[in-house]
């Protein structure tokens, strides 16, 4: 959550893997924390590969962890970043 404080623009667009676009770095942050409160046992979280090509970035991420209400969650999803002044201000996941 650190580095969402620092690199996410107040007006952050973020489409997740349900497919539900949630406008706004506040909403944003309490769908995140919500998110983490639920989590357990991580056996990995960890960026696998990234390409960056001007204003926009790809990042690769392997996770697996346990989550309270969903169980076990083992996925490959990347990140599509749009960047504007330094900081991103739209993301969408895919799987």
Known sequence: MDAFEKFYQKKKKKTDLDGVLVKGKDRNRTIGWELLSK???????????????????????????????????????VAIQDWEEGKIIRERFIA
């Open 39 to 77: 989590v357990s046992n991580v056996k990995d979280f960890s960026r696998v590969g990234q390409v960056i090509k001007g204003n926009r970035s790809f990042l690769v991420w392997s996770l697996d962890f346990d989550h309270a209400e969903n169980g076990p969650v083992k996925v490959v999803q």
